[in-house]
């Protein structure tokens, strides 16, 4: 019923720059939360950064002043710009999202099938 794809994904230099995007499809009613986790090989999943549907965001610490997160809700998106990379930010990155399904009563969590982002010279 939904789906969420996102692109952007590869190989980057440290020091350099990407962006992710994810749109998001299906029968939706409204979006409340979007954001991007990721997962390093051993890790957990952990969160990046999240837009709330009030305009405010979240960023873990680490990519404070380095990631921005965006949205466009007219199209259901979420972006997330990676500036200054380092390589302990190599991971599989994935789109979250808080989806209310039209017919629906009650606000759900989804994920994209993640991509994955390389830094490394």
């Known amino acids: 019923q939904v789906q969420l794809v996102e692109s952007g994904g590869g190989l980057a230099q440290p020091g350099g720059s990407r962006r992710l995007s994810c749109a998001a499809s299906g029968s939706i009613l409204s979006i409340n939360a979007m954001g991007w986790y990721r997962q390093a090989p051993g890790t957990s999943r952990d969160s990046v950064a999240i837009s709330h549907s009030d305009g405010t965001t979240n960023y873990a610490d680490s990519v404070k002043g380095r990631f921005t997160i965006s949205r466009d809700n007219a199209k259901n998106m979420v972006y997330l710009q990676m500036n200054k990379l380092e390589p302990e930010d190599t991971a599989v990155y994935y789109c979250?999202?808080?989806?209310?399904?039209?017919?629906?009563?009650?606000?759900?969590?989804?994920w994209g099938q993640g991509t994955q982002v390389t830094v490394s010279s």
């Open positions: 979250f999202a808080t989806i209310r399904l039209r017919g629906g009563s009650y606000y759900q969590g989804y």
